[in-house]
């Protein structure tokens, strides 16, 4: 409907052209067969049988720089694209390893606080609970360095578009994806610190459970000791 009323309008437009003419030009010198020519002619550029056609247009042929130059933008945007999916997909790995190991050592502290609580079906329950968690951490943990791997080829891609596309001519394209570069890299640096943390406290977690271990195992030992001694006094009478 658009492209019909810019039609129609144009058509008045030659209407109106047509009609000035006609009275800027005697009756002895005007001829009506030249005008009318010249007006349908016109309107037959642009409508054939009521129906709409392309208006013609010199075409215009762009140079090897030009073309260079549009092609470099391209890639910049590309690799952008790819930069920021990695991005992504590196900092929401990086979350669920934290949450990961957080689950871990809050289930570990409960079963280190119930130990010689717990009968022998509950204490086998909770253990096989744990061996699960750990094998969540150890999955998110190497999801986590497969992602970060696409991550750093994606920043070597965009930095040889940036200076692609800087070296093209481009300069503004290649200052986008530097810009793109400096946000992925601070947004990832952040979200690293959640892993070096959760990395701290799963080591502090296990430093723990082997010495409360160590001294449960302790504990049993000198139990078992204090319940043979009576025994042993009692055969030497």
Same mark, same amino acid.
């Given at each position: 409907?658009?492209?019909?009323?810019?039609?129609?309008?144009?058509?008045?437009? +030659?209407?109106?052209? &047509?009609? !000035?003419?006609?009275?800027?030009?005697?009756?002895?010198?005007?001829?009506?067969?030249?005008? *009318? #020519?010249? +007006?349908? *002619?016109?309107?037959?550029?642009?409508?054939?049988?009521?129906? $709409?056609?392309?208006?013609?247009?010199?075409?215009? %042929?762009?140079?090897?720089?030009?073309?260079?130059?549009?092609?470099?933008?391209?890639?910049?945007?590309?690799?952008? *694209?790819?930069?920021?999916?990695? @991005?992504?997909?590196?900092?929401?790995?990086?979350?669920?390893?934290?949450?990961?190991?957080?689950?871990?050592?809050?289930?570990?502290?409960?079963?280190?606080?119930? $130990?010689?609580? +717990?009968?022998?079906?509950?204490?086998?329950?909770?253990?096989? !609970?744990?061996?699960?968690?750990?094998?969540?951490? #150890?999955?998110?943990?190497? %999801?986590?360095?497969?992602?970060?791997?696409?991550?750093?080829?994606?920043?070597?891609?965009?930095? @040889?578009?940036?200076?692609?596309?800087?070296?093209?001519? &481009?300069?503004?394209?290649?200052?986008?994806?530097? @810009?793109?570069?400096? +946000?992925?890299?601070?947004?990832?640096?952040?979200?690293?610190?959640?892993?070096?943390?959760?990395?701290?406290?799963?080591?502090?977690?296990?430093?723990? %459970?082997? %010495?409360?271990?160590?001294?449960?195992?302790?504990? $049993?030992?000198?139990?078992?000791?204090?319940?043979?001694?009576?025994?042993?006094?009692?055969?030497?009478?």
């Amino acid at each position: 409907m658009a492209a019909l009323r810019m039609v129609l309008s144009y058509v008045r437009v +030659l209407r109106g052209s &047509a009609c !000035v003419l006609f009275r800027s030009r005697s009756p002895a010198v005007h001829k009506p067969g030249k005008w *009318t #020519n010249i +007006l349908y *002619t016109s309107v037959a550029s642009i409508t054939v049988g009521g129906g $709409l056609c392309a208006i013609p247009f010199k075409q215009v %042929e762009l140079s090897h720089d030009s073309l260079i130059k549009r092609a470099a933008s391209l890639a910049t945007d590309s690799s952008s *694209t790819f930069l920021s999916q990695a @991005t992504l997909a590196l900092i929401d790995a990086i979350t669920e390893y934290s949450k990961a190991v957080h689950t871990l050592i809050a289930v570990q502290k409960r079963y280190l606080d119930s $130990l010689g609580k +717990l009968t022998a079906a509950e204490e086998d329950a909770i253990w096989q !609970v744990i061996i699960g968690l750990r094998a969540e951490v #150890n999955k998110r943990h190497e %999801e986590c360095k497969r992602f970060e791997s696409t991550w750093v080829s994606a920043i070597r891609l965009c930095e @040889t578009a940036a200076e692609a596309a800087y070296t093209s001519g &481009a300069e503004h394209a290649s200052i986008t994806v530097r @810009t793109n570069i400096q +946000l992925a890299q601070s947004q990832v640096e952040d979200a690293r610190k959640l892993s070096v943390d959760a990395d701290k406290k799963l080591a502090e977690a296990r430093v723990m %459970e082997i %010495e409360r271990m160590s001294q449960y195992a302790a504990s $049993l030992e000198s139990n078992s000791e204090e319940e043979e001694v009576p025994e042993a006094y009692l055969r030497e009478d």
